[in-house]
């Protein structure tokens, strides 16, 4: 069993509500899915970036990897286990294929989406990554219980 939230914001002045309303909605949904819960938040970002939300033990030694790798700076935020590290569009295919042979588990990608997940209930997942505090246009959310495989981060969706 599990449970499905969306959420499309019309209103552009509701942006700064997305990820209270979105966390909300995820909590509510405990009880059809209380194993895990993932949701995906699409907020500010640019057609020259790429964010690449990953989960790595060293994300800030992973940042630095890349910038001695590629030449360039790599923007980083932390959230929990996960980091979005943003670098150039032009660099995405090269990056994905340097990150097979890093220590980082690719989760995500999207010029304005940014991907979350792990074990838990929805409401203590959302609270973990401070979804109550992101803003967008738009997010979706996932919470499971699982019946066909095993309660990890990588079975939880979406």
């Not at 980082?104 to 929805?122: C, F, I, N, Q, W």
Request: charged share 20%; proline share 5%; with cysteine.
């Amino acid at each position: 069993m599990c449970g499905i939230v969306g959420l499309f914001l019309k209103n552009k002045s509701l942006a700064p509500q997305l990820g209270s309303l979105t966390a909300q909605m995820l909590a509510v949904m405990s009880e059809r899915g209380p194993d895990s819960a993932g949701f995906a938040v699409y907020g500010a970002g640019s057609a020259d970036e790429i964010k690449l939300t990953l989960r790595t033990d060293q994300p800030d030694a992973l940042a630095a990897a890349f910038t001695a790798q590629f030449g360039v700076p790599a923007k980083l935020a932390r959230k929990y286990s996960h980091a979005v590290l943003t670098v150039p569009a032009a660099l995405e295919m090269q990056a994905r294929r340097w990150l097979t042979e890093q220590d980082a588990h690719l989760v995500g990608s999207g010029t304005r989406m940014e991907l979350y997940k792990d074990v838990g209930l929805p409401a203590e997942v959302a609270s973990r990554f401070g979804l109550p505090l992101m803003t967008g246009t738009h997010a979706i959310g996932h919470t499971r219980m699982a019946t066909e495989s095993s309660v990890t981060t990588d079975s939880a969706h979406p």
